[in-house]
C-alpha cells in the first residue's frame, strides 16, 4: 500500500498484482493494436505454428441426369500462420511511472480532485500498453531476426512477407494478385491511382468488402487530388474521403501508423489479414524481479506472428509504388 503523503510500493505489491492480473496485462499489448484490428482478424491459441487454408472445391449445378456423377478434388491452398515467442525485460523506476499516471491523470481531471492514487496495477499496465505501440509500429515492416534485440526483430512483417512471395514468384503481375503503380502517388495523381488500383482488382476481390491498407501519407495525397479533381460538384460536401470513389463504397482506404514508409499497398478482406496470439496457454507469462536496489524488472513472454490466409488474386491485391 502507498505510505503517507509519497507514493511508493513495495516489490511483493508488485509480484501480487502480476499475478492477479497477469491475463489482463498480457492482453493489454493486442488492446494497443485495436484501431488496427478493427481492419483485421485476431487469430487467438497460436502458439508457433497453425496451417490456415482457403479451400477450393470445384462443384457446380448443372441439369439434371439420372445416374450421372462425378468425383471432385477438394484443394487446399495452405499457409503456415507463424507466432513467435517473444520476451520483455524490462527494468523501469516505479515511482516515475507512478508520476507518469498522476500527471496523465491531472491533465484530465481540470481542477477536480483525483479518483485515487495509482495502483502497483496501472504501472503495470503502462509498461505493457508501451509495448503494444511498439507491436502496432512493426505490423507490416517487422523482419525476423531470432538473435535481434527489438520488436522489429520479433517477427516477419505483412510487408516482409510480400516480399519474400513476390521474390519467389507468388505474388506477380501474371497470377494477378500484384501491380506496379503508374507513378508515385502524391496530391495531383492519388485518385487517379486509386481507381488504377480498384481496376485491377480481381471481380471477385472487387465484389467483397476490403481494405486499402495504405501510409497516412497516401490518405491525405488522396483527399488533396479529390478535393482539387471535383470542385465543382455539389455531392463533395466532406474533405475525408474513406471510400475510393467507383468502389460503390465496397473499398475504404485505410491508413495504419505500421505503414509509414512502406513501399507496398495491400488490398484485402479484414478475414485475410490474420494477426496470431496466443493469450490461453501458461507458456505466456508476467513476472516482476529487484535485480537493483532502485528498479523493478517486468519479465513478460508471449507470442505474437501475422500472416496473409490466402495470396490467391481474389482474396488479395498487392500494389507496389515506384522508386
Known amino acids: 500500500m ?5 507514493v511508493t510500493y513495495t516489490l511483493e505489491d508488485f509480484r501480487n498484482s502480476a499475478r492477479t492480473y497477469r491475463r489482463n496485462i498480457l492482453r493489454l499489448p493486442i488492446v494497443a493494436l485495436r ?26 449445378f448443372r441439369p439434371y441426369k439420372r445416374g450421372k456423377r462425378e468425383l471432385k478434388d ?9 507466432t513467435y515467442f517473444g520476451k520483455i525485460d524490462a527494468d523501469f523506476e516505479p515511482n516515475s511511472a507512478i508520476n507518469t499516471i498522476v500527471g496523465h491523470r491531472a491533465s484530465l481531471a481540470a481542477g477536480k480532485d483525483l ?14 500498453k508501451s509495448a503494444g505501440k511498439k507491436l502496432k509500429l512493426a505490423l507490416f515492416s517487422a523482419v525476423r531476426d531470432e538473435d535481434g534485440e527489438t520488436t522489429q526483430d520479433l517477427f516477419d512483417g505483412f510487408d516482409t512477407i510480400t516480399a519474400n512471395e513476390i521474390a519467389q514468384g507468388n505474388i506477380s503481375e501474371e497470377k494477378g494478385n500484384y501491380h506496379m503503380l503508374s507513378a508515385k ?3 495531383s495523381n492519388a485518385v487517379k491511382l486509386a481507381k488504377e488500383m480498384l481496376r485491377k482488382m480481381s471481380p471477385e476481390l472487387r465484389a467483397e468488402e476490403c481494405f486499402l491498407f495504405c501510409s497516412q501519407d497516401f490518405a491525405d495525397a488522396y483527399n488533396e ?3 482539387e479533381s471535383h470542385k465543382g460538384l455539389v455531392y463533395n460536401t466532406k474533405y475525408n474521403q474513406v471510400s475510393v470513389e467507383g468502389s460503390n463504397q465496397m473499398l475504404t482506404i485505410v491508413p495504419l501508423l505500421g505503414k509509414t514508409g512502406s513501399r507496398f499497398i495491400h488490398i484485402a478482406p479484414k478475414a485475410n489479414m490474420l494477426v496470431g496470439v ?3 496457454s501458461d507458456l505466456e507469462r508476467v513476472k516482476i524481479g529487484d535485480y537493483d536496489p532502485d528498479l523493478i524488472t517486468m519479465s513478460m513472454r508471449m507470442f505474437f506472428g501475422v500472416e496473409f490466409e ?6 488479395l491485391l498487392v500494389c507496389e509504388i515506384p522508386e
Open 225 to 227: 487530388a479529390y478535393l
Open 35 to 60: 484501431d488496427d484490428l478493427r481492419y483485421m482478424t485476431l487469430r487467438p491459441n497460436v502458439r508457433y505454428s497453425e496451417v490456415v487454408s482457403q479451400s477450393d472445391f470445384d462443384v457446380e
Open 115 to 128: 479518483a485515487h492514487t495509482p495502483t502497483a496495477q496501472e504501472v503495470l499496465y503502462l509498461a505493457a
Open 278 to 280: 496466443d493469450q490461453f
Open 2 to 6: 502507498p505510505a503517507t503523503g509519497i
Open 185 to 187: 502517388p502524391d496530391d
Open 74 to 82: 477438394l484443394k487446399l491452398i495452405q499457409r503456415d500462420l507463424r
Open 310 to 315: 490466402s495470396i490467391d488474386p481474389r482474396r
